[in-house]
């Protein structure tokens, strides 16, 4: 079975950082392009940023780009994708999800950002 566990998220006042990590099991981690979504409350899960099978190439969503400073990674021989994000803003607050990117299979417990302003 697909498994995907993120953690790392917690309560941050605005302009902080958080650094996300996500574990999955149950299929081939160093196949495919992975991503991280945010479902903010009331919200549709929305694209954050995605990162190749070999961490050469990034994506990043525009509203992300604007908003807050993040970087993507990976580690094939850990099949753990990161996330850090700095200068958060209130409007960041939401659940964290990891998943493959574009095709995502099965949704694993994500992890909840809290940011006060």
């Known amino acids: 079975d697909v498994q995907l566990q993120a953690s790392g998220g917690g309560l941050v006042q605005a302009g902080g950082s958080l650094s996300l990590s996500c574990v999955a099991s149950?299929?081939?981690?160093?196949?495919?392009?992975m991503g991280w979504f945010r479902q903010a409350p009331g919200a549709e899960r929305e694209f954050v940023a995605a990162?190749?099978?070999?961490?050469?190439?990034?994506?990043?969503a525009a509203s992300a780009k604007g908003r807050f400073t993040i970087a993507i990674s990976r580690d094939n021989a850990k099949t753990t994708l990161y996330l850090q994000m700095r200068s958060l803003e209130f409007e960041d607050t939401g659940a964290y999800y990891c998943n493959a990117w574009p095709i995502p299979r099965d949704w694993g417990k994500g992890t909840l950002v809290t940011v006060s302003s």
């Open positions: 149950g299929f081939t981690f160093n196949q495919y392009v």
């Open positions: 990162i190749d099978w070999n961490g050469g190439s990034t994506h990043y």
